[in-house]
């Protein structure tokens, strides 16, 4: 096994330096990178490593607060270009999956099964979605695409804040943008937009403490799945860096599809707010959508304290 190096409480694997790979290209690290299990991190034997972290202080895992409240980072060019591809690969995301939950959900009533067989299809193909978008992000932003995820690393100290405000910024811009371009070609009125999987509630058959308590409690289950098998640097060795989407994938797929079967007037759970925010926003009707940002602010809030007293980065 390879020597380890500490920093405070935290251990690193240095088999890299993480800022250049042995092909030649270079990837700026990121500690809250939700594919690549860790590969991207800088590893304080690299002779770059306090000019690195002066400048990303998340390129290194568990940062001190001080480090991740620092609004320097505002200023930092390459941190805004991350975010820009957080905002496209959002949109262009919601725009994909707004376009099948929607015609998913009116296959409701076409079959003796009710919502299983959509619910089926619908969480099959964000298992694949999902992957496949935090493959071609992970690298360059980190592949979050979902202020969830970003949250979650936050509070878990893997980025900092302005990574974190500048990340939601765009990924909320993403999709709106990328739900009304769905409305532009669809061409359908706002009031036929409604009722998409994972946004919609039907207020009287559902409460709001209902699908609170449904977000909250499957944003739990999959960001615990995210960290163990996307953050988890010790599953590089497990599974490798490549695995790590497929399975982020296919925990979002269950959580979707047990919550879209199980109760008359609750869709499923949203999981990822933005991906509401934008549809919801091109039907106009923004009823109950507190739900999807406070049920996974909990989760987040919740796994961070978890991920403080029991951090990951120490054996």
Do not use: M
């Given at each position: 096994m390879a020597a380890t190096a500490k920093t405070g409480d935290v251990e690193?694997?240095?088999?890299?330096?993480?800022?250049?790979?042995?092909?030649?290209?270079?990837?700026?690290?990121?500690?809250?990178?939700?594919?690549?299990?860790?590969?991207?991190?800088?590893?304080?034997?690299?002779?770059?490593f306090d000019k690195i972290t002066a400048e990303v202080p998340?390129?290194?895992?568990?940062?001190?607060?001080?480090?991740?409240?620092?609004?320097?980072?505002?200023?930092?060019?390459?941190?805004w270009k991350q975010a820009i591809i957080e905002g496209v690969g959002t949109s262009l995301q919601i725009y994909i999956s707004g376009l099948y939950s929607l015609g998913l959900f009116s296959a409701l009533t076409e079959t003796s099964l009710g919502p299983i067989v959509p619910a089926a299809l619908g969480s099959m193909a964000n298992t694949v979605l999902i992957a496949l978008f935090i493959y071609a992000?992970?690298?360059?932003?980190g592949g979050h695409f979902n202020p969830f995820i970003t949250m979650s690393t936050f509070f878990a100290r893997l980025s900092t804040l302005p990574r974190t405000i500048l990340y939601i910024l765009f990924q909320c811009t993403g999709s709106v943008i990328g739900g009304f371009m769905m409305r532009a070609s669809l061409?359908?009125?706002?009031?036929?937009?409604?009722?998409?999987?994972?946004?919609?509630i039907d207020t009287s058959l559902t409460t709001a403490g209902q699908a609170y308590a449904f977000e909250t409690m499957t944003a739990s289950a999959l960001i615990f799945v995210a960290f163990g098998v996307g953050l988890d640097p010790r599953q590089r060795?497990?599974?490798?860096?490549?695995l790590s989407p497929i399975l982020v994938g296919f925990a979002l797929g269950i959580c979707t599809?047990?919550?879209?079967?199980?109760?008359?007037?609750?869709?499923?759970?949203?999981?990822?707010?933005?991906r509401c925010l934008g549809l919801m926003a091109a039907s106009e009707n923004l009823e109950y959508h507190y739900i999807h940002w406070f049920g996974d602010l909990t989760a987040a809030i919740l796994n961070g304290l978890l991920y403080r007293c029991i951090p990951i980065y120490k054996e």
């Open positions: 690193h694997v240095p088999h890299h330096s993480h800022e250049q790979h042995d092909s030649g290209f270079v990837s700026r690290p990121f500690a809250g990178r939700i594919g690549g299990n860790q590969q991207f991190t800088i590893s304080p034997e690299d002779a770059q998340d390129a290194v895992a568990n940062l001190s607060w001080k480090s991740s409240l620092d609004l320097r980072g505002f200023r930092d060019i390459e941190l992000g992970g690298p360059v932003s061409g359908r009125p706002p009031a036929e937009l409604r009722g998409v999987p994972g946004c919609y060795d497990v599974f490798g860096p490549a599809f047990s919550t879209g079967i199980v109760k008359k007037g609750y869709s499923g759970s949203s999981l990822n707010p933005a």
